[in-house]
């Protein structure tokens, strides 16, 4: 039989993408910029099915997820096949570290190519936009945006080898409430929604151009700027939304006083409980026991960015 295996990485989004401007179609309101987690991985194996059915560690997962996302490539690409997907994670699935990037652009990459080998990853991104809008972003490795009202991601030629990214695992339960949900309570109710599309435009525009300095202490403050005021609209919204826990507050203040002490390390936060700490290599051994320390219960990761996709 035919099947493709697909490896991917999460996307971790520097400047954050938080509501749509069109929910049917899944396109986003606000430009993302991101770096794909290269340690992180979704192994995925995809063959032709009886019907759609997909299986996330070991489980069947409900279809329904699944349905705009199989509609749209079917229909995109003028196919009937049906697909059989069975997908691993070496990393904790709906707790806000992105898996649904990685899956469903596995889910895209593996299922476009079975019905059409020749088909560029641009296709694919906009495939997988419609699964998850962060999976756009997830078909390519490395630094990625998907910008506002865009229909596909696009890779930016940049490279940081020196860069890392200290994952927090300060809870592996499932979020409560899905980040779908919760940014349209964003853009429906929080006063604050119009001003979040505004400022992160300006956000965005702001690292784009400083970002080939590659100099992470003008990087930080904006990094840190986008996901504070991504969560403004959420501790708004009717019913609010707080995916924080009291261990995540206290890494954001751990973060605060390493700067404070000069170490260069930029917190940044999804839909979730976890914190991810963005630093430079020299500092990581440093900044990871001093963590240990103050933060005993909570399990660390370390990625570089990378993650390119492998067949
Ligand atoms: O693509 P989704 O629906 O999983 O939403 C991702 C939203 C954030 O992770 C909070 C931000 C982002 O740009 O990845």
Same mark, same amino acid.
């Given at each position: 039989?035919?099947?493709?295996?697909v490896t991917? *990485?999460? +996307?971790?989004?520097?400047?954050?993408? /938080?509501?749509?401007?069109?929910?049917?179609?899944?396109?986003?309101a606000? +430009?993302?910029?991101a770096?794909?987690?290269? =340690?992180?991985?979704?192994?995925t194996?995809?063959?032709?099915?009886l019907s759609?059915?997909v299986f996330?560690?070991?489980?069947e997962?409900p279809?329904?997820?699944f349905?705009p996302?199989f509609n749209n490539?079917?229909m995109a690409?003028?196919?009937d096949?049906?697909?059989?997907a069975?997908s691993e994670?070496n990393?904790?699935?709906?707790a806000g570290?992105?898996?649904?990037s990685?899956?469903?652009?596995?889910?895209?990459?593996?299922?476009?190519? !079975?019905?059409?080998p020749?088909?560029s990853?641009?296709?694919?991104?906009?495939?997988?936009?419609?699964g998850?809008?962060?999976?756009?972003?997830s078909?390519?490795?490395?630094?990625?945006?998907?910008?506002?009202?865009?229909?596909h991601?696009? &890779?930016?030629n940049?490279?940081w080898?020196? !860069? @890392?990214?200290?994952?927090?695992i300060?809870t $592996?339960?499932?979020?409560?409430? +899905?980040?779908?949900?919760?940014?349209?309570?964003s @853009?429906?109710?929080?006063p604050?929604?119009s001003?979040w599309?505004?400022?992160s $435009?300006?956000?965005?525009?702001? #690292?784009?151009?400083i970002?080939?300095?590659?100099d992470l202490?003008?990087?930080? &403050?904006?990094?840190?700027? *986008?996901?504070l005021?991504?969560f403004?609209?959420?501790?708004?919204s009717t019913? &609010?939304?707080?995916? /924080?826990?009291?261990e995540s507050v206290?890494?954001?203040?751990? #973060?605060?006083?390493? @700067?404070? $002490?000069?170490?260069?390390? /930029?917190?940044?936060?999804?839909?979730? &409980?976890?914190?991810?700490?963005? #630093?430079?290599e =020299?500092?990581?051994?440093?900044? !990871? $026991?001093r963590?240990?320390?103050?933060?005993?219960?909570?399990e660390?990761?370390?990625?570089?960015v990378g993650?390119?996709p492998?067949?």
């Amino acid at each position: 039989m035919n099947r493709i295996n697909v490896t991917t *990485s999460p +996307s971790l989004a520097l400047i954050k993408y /938080w509501g749509k401007s069109d929910s049917v179609r899944n396109i986003p309101a606000t +430009s993302s910029l991101a770096i794909t987690l290269d =340690d992180l991985h979704t192994h995925t194996v995809v063959a032709e099915g009886l019907s759609d059915q997909v299986f996330i560690n070991g489980e069947e997962a409900p279809i329904e997820r699944f349905v705009p996302f199989f509609n749209n490539l079917r229909m995109a690409t003028n196919s009937d096949m049906q697909f059989l997907a069975k997908s691993e994670t070496n990393f904790p699935v709906a707790a806000g570290l992105a898996s649904s990037s990685s899956g469903f652009a596995a889910l895209a990459i593996g299922s476009a190519l !079975l019905i059409d080998p020749t088909i560029s990853f641009r296709d694919v991104s906009q495939f997988a936009r419609v699964g998850s809008a962060s999976a756009a972003r997830s078909v390519y490795g490395g630094f990625t945006v998907l910008r506002k009202d865009a229909e596909h991601a696009d &890779p930016l030629n940049l490279d940081w080898p020196e !860069l @890392r990214v200290i994952l927090a695992i300060v809870t $592996e339960g499932e979020k409560p409430i +899905s980040s779908r949900k919760a940014m349209e309570f964003s @853009r429906n109710t929080s006063p604050f929604y119009s001003e979040w599309i505004n400022q992160s $435009e300006i956000q965005f525009m702001e #690292c784009i151009q400083i970002l080939h300095n590659k100099d992470l202490k003008t990087l930080g &403050p904006i990094i840190r700027q *986008s996901y504070l005021s991504m969560f403004s609209t959420m501790f708004t919204s009717t019913p &609010p939304t707080i995916y /924080w826990r009291p261990e995540s507050v206290g890494l954001i203040q751990s #973060c605060e006083e390493m @700067r404070s $002490e000069g170490i260069n390390v /930029w917190e940044t936060m999804d839909a979730g &409980p976890q914190v991810k700490m963005i #630093c430079l290599e =020299d500092d990581q051994e440093t900044i !990871l $026991e001093r963590l240990k320390k103050t933060h005993p219960k909570v399990e660390f990761l370390v990625s570089k960015v990378g993650g390119a996709p492998r067949l």
